[in-house]
């Protein structure tokens, strides 16, 4: 159970100005030398880099990082990836998916799900050659991870949230452990929309595989100044809007309104060609309202579900532990929300839905495509295990042999009443 990894305690502060080898080298201090190697595993140790979505280019590889690559490469020989003396950064990365067969089936003869039809339409307009994508936020810009493993084989990645300008997130601390789950409250941290499509996009072309931009603001001219600015930028397929943002002039967040969420949503399609798909804050007063209030305004998906609000106290120092107070929560302890969610905005809508929410493994997954998903999303689960994404693609595939399945698509909403006549 990938979960026990989270003895470390992450209600510490996460200082990004660290290497990642030095934050778990940190976090480890005074435990045995086993428990390094079990910490570096949590994602060697990319919470930081991951969370913020800048790799730390200058950074070299130390004796803990190549603990983690040399535990990777003997657990999946057939993930594919750079060899172990490649040094970090996006160069090797870049060559590596460039190398990639456009096949949707065959990315590697030797991967479990070659041959296996795992094709659906994640949006309107965006068929993905697997259904399991990373979630925002959990997998930086999708190119640090490309160094673990090929990338190529994901449906697809959904970068950081991307807004108009930089921003430095929030004060510390933005990440505290909970029972089978995390909060965070990162704060948006990013460099800006110009400076994401100059630094990541002919990465993001070259990695083969596709990529949404999450799109975030806090007034519907930033929402479309995003989108207008990543125009073009290679690699990027789709959007996604996050919001589970304030509305400066309203102070509420757009997706808890469904009159607010169908403006952005109105706004962002006039602006582009791509498929937009909303992301559903489960914190709405009815999400339902506001699935169907985006789909009449043009969306092409929706993404069930964002965080769920929630907070901790430091008992000792009598405060809360986020720097924040609140935060989102994530994980497992949020997953039967999702799917309750899923399965209510199946039975409104007729536009593909993302389920996001705890995914850890293929069953998982599962859930959630039985539940009306067409494709799901792995976010905090690739925290304790990098690899998870790819773990979810081979049981999905394994699950369509098993049951000598034509396709995955034939679990998309089975778990759904029957319409009625
Ligand atoms: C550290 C962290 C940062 C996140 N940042 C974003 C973000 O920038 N934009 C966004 O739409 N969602 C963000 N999310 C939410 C995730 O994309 C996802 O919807 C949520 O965590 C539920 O999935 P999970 O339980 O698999 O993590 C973030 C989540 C975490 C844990």
């Not at 998982?364 to 976010?379: C, K, N, P, R, Y």
Request: hydrophobic share 40%; glycine share 10%; proline share 7%.
């Amino acid at each position: 159970m990938p979960w026990r990894r989270f003895r470390k305690k992450v209600e510490r502060p996460i200082d990004v100005s660290k290497s990642i080898e030095e934050s778990l080298e940190d976090a480890a201090d005074g435990e045995s030398e086993e428990d390094a190697a079990e910490l570096a595993e949590l994602d060697d140790a990319t919470i930081a880099e991951a969370a913020t979505g800048e790799p730390d280019d200058d950074r070299a590889p130390t004796e803990l990082g190549e603990k983690l690559r040399g535990a990777l490469d003997a657990d999946a020989p057939h993930r594919g990836g750079p060899p172990r003396s490649a040094p970090r950064g996006i160069a090797v990365d870049r060559r590596l998916g460039a190398a990639r067969s456009e096949d949707p089936h065959a990315a590697s003869p030797s991967y479990p799900e070659a041959g296996v039809d795992l094709t659906v339409e994640a949006a309107r307009g965006l068929r993905l050659k697997n259904p399991v994508m990373t979630a925002s936020g959990t997998f930086g810009q999708g190119v640090e991870y490309a160094e673990l493993f090929d990338v190529s084989r994901l449906g697809a990645i959904v970068n950081k949230g991307t807004t108009p300008a930089a921003r430095p997130g929030n004060p510390q601390y933005r990440i505290a452990e909970t029972p089978s789950g995390i909060l965070n409250s990162i704060g948006l941290e990013n460099p800006g929309a110009a400076e994401v499509a100059r630094k990541y996009g002919k990465a993001w072309a070259e990695l083969g595989v596709a990529v949404i931009v999450n799109v975030a603001g806090y007034s519907v001219d930033d929402y479309v100044f995003v989108v207008h600015e990543m125009t073009g930028t290679p690699g990027v397929v789709a959007y996604e809007i996050n919001v589970s943002c304030p509305n400066v002039k309203g102070g509420m967040l757009f997706g808890c309104d469904p009159d607010l969420a169908a403006e952005v949503t109105r706004a962002v399609k006039a602006e582009t060609d791509l498929p937009v798909i909303v992301k559903l804050t489960p914190n709405a007063p009815d999400v339902v309202a506001v699935a169907r209030a985006c789909e009449e305004a043009g969306a092409d998906a929706l993404t069930a579900i964002n965080t769920v609000l929630g907070m901790r106290i430091d008992t000792r120092r009598r405060r809360p532990i986020l720097g924040t107070g609140s935060g989102g929560l994530s994980g497992p302890a949020i997953r039967p929300i999702a799917v309750h969610i899923t399965y209510q905005v199946a039975q409104a809508v007729s536009i593909p839905i993302i389920g996001a929410g705890g995914v850890t493994n293929a069953q998982d997954a599962l859930e959630f495509l039985m539940a009306g998903a067409s494709s799901v999303q792995v976010g905090t689960a690739t925290f304790a295990d990098p690899l998870a994404p790819l773990k979810v693609i081979e049981g999905l595939a394994a699950y369509v042999k098993e049951h000598s399945l034509a396709s995955i698509r034939d679990v998309i909403g089975v778990a759904l009443p029957a319409p009625e006549d």
